[in-house]
């Protein structure tokens, strides 16, 4: 049973770039949640997505950031013009349902640098 | 909003001695969860609390959840160098799905 996966494991952008990070979820798992983590910080809650629907964006930034989880297809998470502060590791996570305390299987995670 | 404080930020000890680590929250928890994240790796989930003074353990580690589900502690007996990594709390309120993780302790043991 293949893990959550992640793709691409590192991403190198400039300023001004999009970058698209895809995440799938563990085979069987339709919730999804993205996290961002900065260099030597805990994790930050992003945004939470079930197929076509965004259940809570709570942790997305206002502008330039958005994510979505097609019925076919991977969840993506998409950044519009990069700037430096957006350089983090980029962890997916998948569960199986949304109960609360349900466990979160994370992906390997994208590492985004912006040059 | 919600925040989970958790401490030590980093502990260093010898192969063989014990370590634990805390975490807080101003708020009544739904549950607690911990995760270990090796360098470079990804969180992986360990375990999870529900119930008022749960006590579970796992190998050389144990797990508590305050009475007041208002705190959580990790601790380690004897660690051994495979123990080192990040180690965070990560708590569910009554909101669903979404985690907020506590800053994490990094964990270093020297042989």
């Known amino acids: 049973n293949a893990g959550v996966m992640q793709n691409p494991r590192h991403l190198v952008r400039r300023r001004g770039q999009e970058a698209r990070l895809r995440c799938s979820p563990m085979k069987g798992h339709s919730h999804v949640y993205w996290y961002r983590q900065l260099p030597e910080e805990g994790l930050k809650f992003m945004v939470y997505?079930?197929?076509?629907?965004?259940?809570?964006e709570s942790g997305m930034p206002k502008e330039r950031f958005s994510a979505e989880f097609p019925k076919e297809g991977p969840s993506i998470l998409r950044i519009q013009q990069v700037v430096r502060g957006d350089s983090a590791a980029y962890f997916c996570?998948?569960?199986?349902?949304?109960?609360?305390?349900?466990?979160?299987?994370f992906g390997p995670g994208t590492r985004l640098t912006v040059t | 909003g919600q925040q989970v404080m958790q401490i030590p930020q980093y502990q260093h000890v010898q192969e063989g001695e014990d370590f634990t680590t805390y975490c807080n929250s101003s708020t009544t928890l739904s549950n607690i969860q911990w995760y270990k994240q090796r360098p470079g790796g990804h969180p992986v989930f360990l375990i999870q609390l529900v119930k008022s003074g749960e006590v579970k353990k796992q190998k050389r580690l144990t797990f508590q959840f305050g009475e007041a589900k208002k705190n959580s502690s990790l601790h380690i007996t004897a660690t051994q160098t495979t123990d080192v990594g990040t180690y965070f709390c990560?708590?569910?309120?009554?909101?669903?799905?979404?985690?907020?993780f506590g800053q994490g302790t990094e964990l270093s043991v020297k042989p």
């Open positions: 997505l079930q197929k076509e629907n965004i259940i809570d």
């Open positions: 996570a998948s569960s199986l349902r949304r109960d609360r305390g349900r466990e979160q299987y």
């Open positions: 990560a708590a569910s309120y009554n909101q669903g799905g979404k985690l907020i």
